[in-house]
């Protein structure tokens, strides 16, 4: 299967030049203009039916119907240049294509070699005269989508092509795909929006005033984060993702407002919302923004938000305090275990529960606990990712190693 010794570092092909990127210019850097809706541009909510997200689908849950490795051996690793990985919320997995994001590049490895198809490496921000990705990919059709300093950029997969750019007065505060829209946060016309945009085309579908930091979406809402206006606090609010027009506002506020970590510890399940909050698991409806009830998940508190995968019931890691919990749609905890060297990452598929540690990656049954595997893939131990599941693989991010675990074939 192509397998490389681990520590071998790939070669990686020419980034994408910055003139190349640029001829997008005119007709394509729409940001800021109200432009007509193109045409056959419709809003439509259908996602594919894979791990196409950093945390699987909009929703944030982390979870897919397809059944992991069981007892894996590592199929293939690499080492890549990396930095700030905990800012990511992870992969995604699309055909035969790993999307894997750095610091200052978005590269695309074969899924069953680990071989770099392309690596690309957005412009330098006019302002700030640096590189750097501000968003994990989010994948429709044959398009990727990121965030780069002030804009966000359509790649073609196949390729690694820029096909178009929105530009921004600033960095995105978050980005979120449903079907074919994204929802940005950040400023533009010199003021706080959120926008909503036709991936095909890149223009621009509806924008509302004020700061509404995107956190997961279903066909039904687009869930965002805003301030209160009291420091570190906020409310959750609904749009209409067709539209934007306002559904509704939680009736309670949350105590944390750094909202780019509070997007990985945000998913909706079937009625419920899910968000942790300073070291509580708290639920609310997803209909209305009702209050439903909390969990304290322990004395201490994390350093950085939890991670959080939905299947039915609520799987929580605890990185900075090292435990692993399970809890039910009601709110009571099923099981909660100390699980030494978790890191940032959770997932569910059919038959276990996949945690990141920092040297790899653990399976766990979901119903008892109980370990099922453990396979140690880097050399740098490090921060780790939502593992991606695939029919009887795992991928992920441990330290600087990319790797892939898989069952025998």
């Known amino acids: 299967m192509g397998t490389r010794r681990k520590g071998d570092v790939d070669e990686m092909p020419p980034s994408i030049t910055r003139r190349r990127l640029l001829a997008l210019a005119g007709a394509s850097a729409v940001g800021g203009a109200l432009l007509p809706r193109a045409s056959g541009t419709a809003h439509d909510s259908a996602e594919m039916d894979a791990w196409n997200h950093p945390r699987a689908n909009p929703r944030n849950t982390a979870s897919i119907a397809q059944t992991g490795p ?103 505060d978050g980005l979120t795909l449903l079907g074919n829209t994204a929802y940005v946060s950040a400023l533009l016309d010199g003021e706080h929006r959120l926008v909503a945009l036709d991936v095909t085309s890149g223009r621009e579908r509806w924008r509302t005033d004020g700061q509404y930091v995107p956190l997961a979406a279903d066909e039904d809402a687009i869930v965002v984060g805003s301030p209160t206006g009291r420091s570190e606090e906020s409310r959750l609010v609904a749009f209409d993702p067709e539209t934007g027009t306002r559904e509704w506002t939680s009736d309670e506020t949350l105590s944390e407002g750094r909202h780019r970590q509070r997007r990985s510890g945000v998913a909706i399940g079937e009625n419920t919302l899910f968000v942790t909050d300073s070291g509580t698991l708290r639920a609310f409806d997803r209909d209305d923004g009702r209050h439903q009830w909390d969990v304290p998940l322990g004395d201490e508190e994390s350093t950085f938000l939890d991670r959080i995968a939905v299947d039915g019931d609520v799987f929580v890691v605890r990185p900075d305090v090292d435990r692993v919990l399970r809890v039910n749609r009601s709110g009571a905890i099923g099981w909660d275990r100390e699980f030494i060297g978790a890191e940032h990452g959770i997932s569910v598929g059919a038959d276990h529960v996949y945690v990141a540690r920092r040297s790899g990656v653990s399976a766990l049954d979901p119903e008892t606990d109980e370990s099922v595997f453990a396979v140690d893939v880097a050399d740098t131990p490090g921060h780790g990712w939502t593992p991606v599941i695939d029919e009887g693989t795992v991928y992920g991010i441990a330290g600087d190693t990319v790797y892939r675990v898989s069952d025998d074939e």
Do not use: K
């Open 70 to 172: 069981s007892a894996p051996d590592t199929t293939w690793t690499r080492r890549f240049d990396q930095s700030n990985l905990f800012r990511f919320e992870g992969c995604a997995l699309v055909n035969d294509r790993l999307l894997v994001p750095a610091h200052d590049r978005l590269r695309a490895l074969s899924s069953e070699t680990g071989d770099t198809r392309w690596s690309i490496t957005l412009p330098t921000d006019r302002r700030r005269e640096h590189h750097q990705l501000d968003s994990a990919p989010r994948v429709h059709g044959d398009l990727c989508l990121v965030a780069s300093l002030s804009a966000v950029y359509a790649i073609d997969i196949a390729s690694g092509d820029p096909r178009w750019r929105f530009e921004l007065n600033s960095s995105t």
